[in-house]
């Protein structure tokens, strides 16, 4: 029962554990006579019961119900969504789908491929139009660091309920869409042991016959989808941070521009409709102080099914859900571009989106800091250990153990970003045109020739052409563009063949027109790790505002808010830090801390690894239709190891100093090493690199996927401007490195129009 933290999506809620109580009651199953511990939700409709053996083997008894005839349930039985196993189950129209699996990254866990068994009880399994119960036996289901393990009596247990229809709901390897409540419980294995478990568990019966999956797409046997009428100069895939940017830039020319999308809206101005409780014209979007919040407000549903790891799909992108941290890259973060990219080839960029896209270090109007205790501690303290405050806006190029406050891209005490500094520009353009709801499968082609895209809209299928010399750019972020170049039959032969067999009815190219790009085999990611940390005497009571707080705010809160001031107006990080380490293999690395915290006497850092990090993966896609990481690209090499290591144990050191500002409250206490405070590492979901841009051209066995005018090897016409041609992970977050290569991107795109007179403007 140690202490130890919990992540939730995005690294987000922190939830301190510090020993579990018993929250369940007993209860017997009416339909099965089977007494159960019983857990009940009431915000989720959820109930989850255990029964086991009275000396713990490997097998359990569970049931699991929801309320209503659509919807997923699940539970933990390592307690996190990540690296546990897990039960999901949904209504299919006729009984339960029922499924084990495994997340290693905020994303829709993929089936569990190791021997546990799920063998259904069929008295207990049922659904109606009320709602939905599956009782079952688990065989070989406790798994080592997988699940409860009987050491524990009272372990913790995770549970998770969406309200929303799972994409297929007859697949038991259907793609989940993202929970809508979830948390822990304790459960109390001791008091759900019965000498009855081996007559209960005789119940079970061989598992459930799903229906074969739906024949491969490559056969072609479906029809084709309908061609719109109206057609385009430029169509571009993905209204998130580079797409708007692009799509913008763009349209200022006067070419016609169709900017898909295929999430709702966010922002209130933009037309979301998931207003705050104390302000119905703002939605848990617009709010900078309640960032946190958006991965559990019911009706948000911001996130995406289909990715390796955690990727934003609603207007904005990850910009409409992230941190609202704005890092100025420095200089060097060009260094591994190819020429005509590097910094003083984008400096004119940079500067058209530093002023367009305000930032700031103070985001409360009154130039005040709110919630400032974080800060002020922290940074004395680190000024005494040798640290320098260094202005991060002016002064992007200074990140030699330096602090600063966060910027942000805040506007008028409101999230910013492209939403709101790009998208209303272009949305004034009659050569305009947003659509949401709307995702791209695949560019359509004729060998090197895009003619259009085929999308997708509430299931249906249609295909929208460009104008004779228009081009496609795709923008859909490292972890979805790679998904649309696969479906159009780009990218490593043995991925496309997955599409070729999977049950997403994609329409490829033929074989021999199949374009071999290394499209997904160097992505690169930021690795995370949250830890938290105590303040040390008069500071550990210095007030700080706590999720509570923010959750039901006072009235002078929500008042000063309407004036773009207060603790409202700001986002959550309090203060920035970055480091650079060279361990053994003289390759420099750099760290970034960023600090926040919700507890008095508390605060979190985040701790990534950033730029000079060695770690890359490989990306792929499943027949449903999921990318997923062939190869994790998180700390696969032993300097990125040694450098993080490095920096943690100057951590623990300045905890040991006698006149400490801080202390290491967690496992190994005053004697804690690195590797106690590295224990629980997720994506810091700054995924680039996934099509990278270069001269060495991956058709003959280079790396690069686009040429220097981030066209895609191999086409006339298809684009990509997002964080996916990035060749790596920059120094800070990737959101204003990924506008600004838009930007670059935009002006190269348009400046071929120009030169070739092939443009649509001629
Ligand atoms: C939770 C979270 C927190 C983060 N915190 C920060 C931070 O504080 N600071 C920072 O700098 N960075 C942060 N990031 C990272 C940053 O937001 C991303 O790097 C950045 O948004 C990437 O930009 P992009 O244009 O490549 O992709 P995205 O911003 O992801 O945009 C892709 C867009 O394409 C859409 N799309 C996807 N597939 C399709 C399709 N097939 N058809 C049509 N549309 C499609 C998506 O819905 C989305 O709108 C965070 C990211 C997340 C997810
Ligand atoms: C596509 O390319 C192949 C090989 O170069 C060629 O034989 C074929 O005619 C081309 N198809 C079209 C429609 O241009
Ligand atoms: C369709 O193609 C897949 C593989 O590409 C194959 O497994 C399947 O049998 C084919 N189905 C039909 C009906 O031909
Ligand atoms: C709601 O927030 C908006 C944007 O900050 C502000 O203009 C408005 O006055 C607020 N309304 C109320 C009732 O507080
Ligand atoms: C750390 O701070 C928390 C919150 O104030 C407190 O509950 C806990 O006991 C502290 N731990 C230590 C080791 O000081
Ligand atoms: C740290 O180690 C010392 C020496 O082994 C031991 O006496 C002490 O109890 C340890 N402290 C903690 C907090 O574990």
Redesign the pocket.
């Given at each position: 029962m140690a202490g130890s933290v919990i992540v939730s999506a995005?690294g987000f809620l922190v939830l301190a554990r510090a020993g579990a109580m018993a929250q369940m009651a007993e209860y017997t199953d009416p339909n099965t006579g089977i007494t159960f511990q019983q857990i009940v939700k009431n915000e989720g409709g959820y109930t989850f019961g255990i029964a086991l053996a009275e000396s713990l083997g490997s097998d359990f008894i569970g049931q699991i119900t929801g309320t209503g005839s659509e919807g997923w349930v699940s539970v933990s039985f390592g307690g996190r969504m990540i690296d546990s196993l897990l039960l999901v189950a949904y209504p299919n129209g006729q009984g339960v789908t029922a499924s084990l699996r495994t997340a290693a990254h905020y994303s829709s866990p993929l089936l569990f491929e190791g021997d546990a068994i799920l063998k259904p009880i069929p008295e207990g399994t049922f659904a109606d139009s009320t709602g939905f119960s599956y009782t079952f036996l688990c065989e070989n289901c406790v798994v080592d660091d997988l699940t409860f393990d009987g050491s524990d009596p009272v372990p913790f247990l995770g549970w998770a309920v969406s309200k929303n229809s799972v994409v297929d709901p007859s697949s038991p390897s259907s793609l989940l869409n993202y929970h809508d409540f979830y948390g822990m419980f304790g459960a109390d294995i001791e008091a759900a042991s019965s000498a009855r478990f081996a007559e209960w568990a005789a119940m079970a019966a061989d598992g459930p016959d799903f229906p074969p999956p739906p024949p491969g797409s490559g056969n072609g046997t479906f029809p084709d989808a309908p061609v719109r009428g109206q057609t385009y100069d430029y169509i571009i895939?993905?209204?998130?941070?580079?797409?708007i940017v692009a799509a913008e830039r763009i349209a200022e020319s006067g070419a016609s521009v169709l900017l898909?999308?295929?999430?709702a809206a966010s922002f209130y101005a933009s037309g979301g409709e998931v207003t705050v409780p104390w302000n119905d014209t703002v939605t848990v979007f617009d709010v900078p102080g309640i960032l946190r919040f958006i991965p559990a407000t019911p009706g948000t549903n911001a996130f995406?099914a289909d990715t390796a790891a955690?990727?934003?799909?609603?207007?904005?992108?990850?910009?409409a859900?992230?941190?609202?941290?704005?890092?100025r890259p420095p200089e060097r973060d060009f260094d591994d571009f190819p020429e005509g990219w590097r910094w003083d080839d984008v400096a004119d960029a940079a500067e058209r989106l530093y002023e367009r896209n305000v930032h700031t270090l103070y985001p409360s109007q009154d130039g005040e800091y709110y919630d400032g205790v974080i800060y002020d501690v922290a940074s004395k303290s680190f000024e005494s250990n040798g640290w320098r405050h260094v202005d991060a806006i002016q002064n992007p190029n200074e990140k030699h153990m330096m602090f600063s406050r966060a910027p942000c891209g805040i506007v008028n005490g409101l999230r910013g970003g492209p939403v709101r500094t790009y998208l209303p520009l272009a949305q004034a353009l009659d050569n305009f045109k947003l659509e949401l709801h709307?995702?791209?499968i695949r560019a359509v082609r004729t060998n090197s020739t895009i003619t259009g895209v085929e999308v997708e809209v509430n299931g249906a299928r249609e295909i929208i052409n460009v104008n004779q010399g228009g081009k496609v750019i795709l923008?859909?972020?490292?972890m979805?563009t790679p998904r649309?170049l696969l479906n159009s039959g780009i990218g490593p032969s043995e991925q496309i063949e997955i599409v070729a067999s999977g049950s997403t009815l994609v329409r490829l190219p033929e074989k021999s027109a199949w374009i071999d790009l290394p499209v997904g085999k160097r992505i690169q990611d930021h690795p995370l790790w949250t830890t938290t940390w105590n303040f040390t005497g008069e500071a550990a009571r210095l007030p700080i505002v706590s999720t509570e707080t923010l959750q039901d705010p006072s009235e002078e809160m929500v008042e000063q808010f309407a004036h773009a001031t207060g603790v409202l107006a700001e986002n959550d990080i309090r203060m920035e830090l970055w480091a650079d380490i060279t361990p053994f293999d003289g390759v420099t690395r750099y760290v970034q801390v960023e600090l926040y915290g919700k507890v008095t006497g508390q605060f979190n850092m985040d701790i990534f690894l950033t730029k000079g990090s060695t770690s890359r993966g490989e990306l792929g896609i499943t027949t449903e239709g999921a990318t997923h990481f062939v190869k994790d690209p998180l700390m696969n090499t032993d300097g990125d190891n040694e450098a993080v290591n490095t920096f943690v144990e100057t951590l623990l050191d300045y905890t040991h100093e006698p006149d400490a500002a801080f202390i290491w409250p967690g496992p190994g206490g005053a004697n804690a090493t690195a590797s106690d405070v590295l224990k629980e590492m997720v994506s810091g979901?700054?995924v680039v690199a996934s099509a990278p841009i270069g001269t060495d051209d991956g058709r003959e066995g280079g790396h690069a996927v686009v040429d220097l005018d981030t066209r895609v090897y191999g086409t006339d016409n298809l684009f990509i401007v997002?964080?996916?041609i990035n060749p790596s992970v920059p120094t800070g977050?990737?959101?204003?490195i990924?506008m600004l290569v838009a930007e670059r991107a935009a002006e190269k795109i348009l400046a071929l129009s120009l030169d070739r007179c092939e443009g649509p403007q001629g």
């Open positions: 995005i895939a993905g209204a998130g941070a580079a797409g898909l999308e295929r999430g995406c955690q990727a934003a799909c609603i207007l904005g992108g990850g910009t859900v992230n941190g609202m941290v704005f890092v709307t995702k791209v923008a859909s972020g490292a979805s649309i979901i700054h997002d964080a996916s977050n990737t959101m204003a990924t």
